[in-house]
Each structure stands twice: as structure tokens, then as C-alpha cells.
T-cell receptor
């Protein structure tokens, strides 16, 4: 069945550092891929998505490219801020079939 | 066994009707969440509750209402004000909602407006 493997945390960075959170998937076919963010005390929010190979999702300075050849959807940001401190989840499921990663906690220090 | 149950699995609603989706958990989790999932859209947060008798609006709360009278229950009402209610609805819970916690999802309810 489909599965997602996400880089384990926690990740601690200084402000303005470069961020990469790895996510790889195993699936039959090419599922839509998503990154969610969860700030403390809140629910999941969709951060970005890609629906087919070579698509690049982007939002709030974050980017992720759907790479078929490496079955990856790594999350990147060039310069993180303290306000980016949260837990990030990779999802490779389709409607009615969630395939969530375990989450990566990011802490950004000033 | 501990887990989250949602009922019914399928629900049909006539236009203009309110319907209530059930979500029950026996995991002793404090935080509960309602999401809507549309094809190719990912999850969108409707409401969430960190503690009994308290809840907050998510990104798409308009046309929905919730209650949290008991720790184990977080029902969602889809009102007639929701213009496009046909979707797949997922309930989730976490122990506290404050740290790195995997979301525990229910099996979902598919709502169809006739």
C-alpha cells in the first residue's frame, strides 16, 4: 500500500537559516502530495500541494517539488523565521485515504 | 480497542436541512479536530477544540457548528448555510495539541447533498 516516510525531528535552526525537511513516498500511481503545518494549540493547515510529477507547490516562502524519479516531496525554505516554529506533516493519500508522515517539529531560534 | 469512531459512514442530505456528524474517541485525548477533504484539495480545518466546553474556528468554519460538552465527543453540524456541503469529513484527535503529536483520524463520513 501507499506510505510516506518523513524526516524525524526535532529540527532546531537559527533565524534566516535554510530549511529542508525530507519526505519520500511509496505508492502505486502518482498520488497528490501535500505538506501541512500545525502551530501549537491549533489544527492542521494546508501549507502547499502538488498534484502531478514536476509540479512545484509554494506558499509563505516554502516550496516543495514533486519528483517522480526520486519519489520525493522535500519541503524547503531559504530563510526561516521564528514564526515558522511548528510541526510539519507530509501527506501522500487521496480522498478517504490519509497517508501521513509522523511529523517533524521545527524550532527556530532568534 | 482505543480509537476514533465516526458515524454514519455515508450520509445523504436534502438541500435546506441541517445534519449532524458524530465523532467519538476513547483515547482520552484533550484536543479534537474536524477537517473537510475535497478531491485533490487536501485537508481543510473546520473547527477544533483543545478542551471541553471550548472550541475555535478553523479556516472554513462558515456554515458549520460544533459542540464539546464531553471530552470524548465532538459532533459537527453542517447547516443549511453551508453552500457546498458535499465532501468527505474527517475527525481527528491528539493528546493535548500542544506538541509534536500524530493526529489520530477517524474513518470519515462522506456527505452527499441531494
Amino acid at each position: 500500500g501507499n506510505s510516506v516516510t518523513q524526516m524525524e525531528g526535532p529540527v532546531t535552526l537559527s533565524e534566516e537559516a535554510f530549511l529542508t525537511i525530507n519526505c519520500t513516498y511509496t505508492a502505486t500511481g502518482y498520488p497528490s502530495l501535500f505538506w501541512y503545518v500545525q502551530y501549537p494549540g491549533e489544527g492542521l493547515q494546508l501549507l502547499l500541494k502538488a498534484t502531478k510529477a514536476d509540479d512545484k507547490g509554494s506558499n509563505k516562502g516554502f516550496e516543495a517539488t514533486y519528483r517522480k524519479e526520486t519519489t520525493s516531496f522535500h519541503l524547503e525554505k531559504g530563510s526561516v523565521q521564528v514564526s515558522d516554529s511548528a510541526v510539519y506533516f507530509c501527506d501522500g493519500g487521496s480522498q478517504g485515504n490519509l497517508i501521513f508522515g509522523k511529523g517533524t517539529k521545527l524550532s527556530v531560534k532568534p | 480497542d482505543g480509537g476514533i469512531t465516526q458515524s454514519p459512514k455515508y450520509l445523504f442530505r436534502k438541500e435546506g436541512q441541517n445534519v449532524t456528524l458524530s465523532c467519538e474517541q476513547n483515547l482520552n485525548h484533550d484536543a479534537m479536530y474536524w477537517y473537510r477533504q475535497d478531491p485533490g484539495q487536501g485537508l481543510r480545518l473546520i473547527y477544533y477544540s483543545q478542551i471541553v466546553n471550548d472550541f475555535q474556528k478553523g479556516d472554513i468554519a462558515e456554515g458549520y457548528s460544533v459542540s464539546r460538552e464531553k471530552k470524548e465527543s465532538f459532533p459537527l453540524t453542517v447547516t443549511s448555510a453551508q453552500k457546498n456541503p458535499t465532501a468527505f469529513y474527517l475527525c481527528a484527535s491528539t493528546p493535548t495539541g500542544q506538541g509534536q503529536e500524530t493526529q489520530y483520524f477517524g474513518p470519515g463520513t462522506r456527505l452527499l447533498v441531494l
